[in-house]
């Protein structure tokens, strides 16, 4: 054998090898990359949930709608309200409030309130969400309510809005009570419509890692806010009955989770198990849009109309959490009526869209009609009644 000719073979023999590891190389990938979802961390808590924030969906759950005792997990409905009055113009972060004997003299965590004395709104949201003050959620009430059971009977009936089914309030604090209770399903549904509704007025307060009143500097207990850059916000609540209870948010790389514990045995343990949930979700999942809102998903044919074609869209954006990685592995499908027949107003219910990863469906999302359709003229009808025989 040449020379010349050994070399070309020496060289084919590299090529060969080469586009072997290579097809090796990616044969592993696609195995890797097929690897199911490992199950999320044992935890000792009583019941836990981990939410992917804007596609709504539940990552990982225990118990997820047993009632439970929220302790200071409570004062987050007591804030959806008092941003909620912000918003409407109902009242202002610079309202002085005067502070009642019955703020005064409610026992458990306090922002140390004196009778008498007048503070912002600004400064009791501080206290009601830093400090979990006790007393702060008292003022706030009163302020807007008149009563703490009045402001109360707002509670459960932004619970019914809000769709959180296993929440009923007693008090503005989350003391013990037989008949005061909410679910870690519920807590998540709370935390993310605060965000959701309120963005503003949450990056104002939530972040916040301590507060000073009365030269009495206080600490928030959400002490994730120290130990874990992606975590931009939270709240803690605990009684002995109740245990170590904690809710927090964490963001990374456009990606929000809300993480949410209860009944754990320690301040310690309760921080580590929310804190593996966070961590559980962004190593294994991403989130990303499917749809803009509004825009068309499908078409349908209508029938007996002054057009023929109906374009199908959800309400809002469609957001969907799945394996990380695995976006161009997701399929959507469209369950529409085999017939529609006009009129058809915008907005009317048509069906479900799926969205699934490989035989898995991951979310179902609400179809609904993108405009009205008016009744056609009597040819239109007659030459469709004709047509509709053959289908």
């Known amino acids: 054998m040449s020379a010349k000719s050994s070399s070309l073979m020496h060289h084919a023999q590299r090529l060969f090898l080469f586009v072997a590891a290579l097809l090796v190389s990616v044969a592993a990938s696609a195995a890797d990359n097929s690897l199911p979802i490992p199950s999320a961390p044992s935890l000792g808590a009583k019941s836990y949930i981990l939410v992917d924030y804007n596609s709504g969906q539940v990552l990982a759950a225990k118990n997820p709608d047993k009632r439970i005792e929220p302790a200071s997990i409570t004062k987050l409905m ?3 309200i008092v941003f909620d009055e912000i918003k409407k113009g109902n009242l202002k972060p610079s309202d002085m409030v005067t502070v009642s004997k019955k703020a005064w003299e409610i026992h458990g965590s306090q922002m140390f309130l004196k009778v008498g004395d007048k503070v912002s709104v600004d400064d009791l949201l501080q206290g009601l969400i830093t ?54 399903r519920d807590i998540a549904t709370i935390y993310a419509a605060i965000v959701r509704k ?6 104002q307060y939530f972040h916040e890692k301590s507060f000073t009143y009365g030269g009495i500097k206080q600490y928030n207990r959400n002490t994730l806010l120290w130990s874990d850059p992606r975590v931009d916000g939270g709240k803690t609540g605990h009684t002995q009955s109740a245990g170590f209870n904690l809710v927090a948010s964490a963001k990374d790389h456009g990606m929000r989770v809300i ?40 078409q349908i044919r209508v029938w007996k109309g002054a057009q023929s074609e109906l374009p199908v869209v959800a309400h809002g954006p469609i957001y969907v959490a799945y394996p990380r990685g695995q976006r161009d592995a997701l399929s959507t499908s469209a369950k529409l009526p085999g017939h529609l027949t006009a009129p058809i107003k915008k907005g009317e219910r048509l069906g479900t869209l799926s969205i699934k990863y490989n035989d898995k469906t991951l979310k179902e999302e609400p179809l609904y009609a993108g405009k009205s359709i008016a009744e056609g003229g009597y040819v239109t009808q007659f030459i469709d009644d004709i047509l509709m025989m053959f289908q």
């Open 259 to 298: 993480s949410v514990v209860t009944g754990t045995d320690s301040e310690n343990a309760r921080k580590n198990q929310c804190e593996a949930l966070i961590s559980y979700g962004f190593r294994f999942f991403d989130d990303g849009k499917l749809f803009d809102k509004g825009k068309e998903i499908s």
């Open 131 to 184: 400090q979990s003050g006790n007393d702060a959620a008292v003022a706030l009430a009163q302020y807007i309510a008149g009563t703490t059971s009045t402001f109360t009977d707002y509670m459960n009936q932004y619970a019914k809005h809000l769709g959180m089914t296993n929440s009923h309030f007693m008090d503005v604090n989350g003391l013990p009570h037989p008949d005061h209770y909410m679910s870690a």
């Open 78 to 80: 007591t804030c959806y």
């Open 198 to 203: 309120f963005p503003k007025l949450y990056d």
